[in-house]
């Protein structure tokens, strides 16, 4: 997703976008560095607006992040299962 919007915005203008510094930007692609995660829930909406556009339709894709209209739309919800994790609550 970085690397789509990198060619499409260029490394200046992408740091800005998502209010980082250039070095911070370069250090995710050069040494595997990753995002918080409110950041990569940032680079997902910039990637699904700019380079899918039409990727996201309602809230439900971004509360999904898109995993459930792979097919198409709100109709094929729940086609594509998710795997549940296991939680333990207390001891």
Known sequence: MLRDLRSVLGWPCLAQVLSISLITLREWFETGKRPSAAGIRL?????????????????????????????????????????????????
């Open 43 to 91: 680079v997902w909406l910039l990637w699904a607006d700019i380079c899918r556009p039409g990727t996201i339709k309602t809230i439900f894709d971004v509360s999904t992040w898109g995993r459930f209209t792979e097919l198409g739309g709100p109709e094929h919800a729940g086609k594509r299962p998710l795997r549940a994790t296991k939680r333990r609550i207390g001891n």
